[in-house]
């Protein structure tokens, strides 16, 4: 299964772990934009917990300020979601 298949399943299945946040205050969102998660992964996530776009972790970080310098072409469409 490819990580999509497990994120859209995740969705499915336990949408409660979108809201669900690390020990770092980090949500599965969070994690998305640091590691570059593909646009398609972006959306299904923000379409499942679009409060999860004004969540900030333990160091008051939202996911659209911690999103990857190489997809920095996403944080406009991750501002505009709100």
Do not use: M
Request: hydrophobic share 40%.
């Amino acid at each position: 299964r490819s990580p999509l298949d497990i994120i859209v399943s995740l969705v499915q299945h336990a949408p409660e772990t979108l809201q669900t946040q690390d020990r770092d205050g980090w949500l599965p969102l969070h994690h998305a934009c640091f590691v570059g998660a593909s646009l398609e992964t972006l959306n299904i996530l923000v379409e499942a917990f679009p409060e999860g776009l004004n969540v900030e972790n333990n160091h008051k970080k939202k996911p659209c300020d911690i999103i990857s310098k190489q997809e920095a072409r996403y944080k406009h469409l991750l501002h505009s979601a709100v």
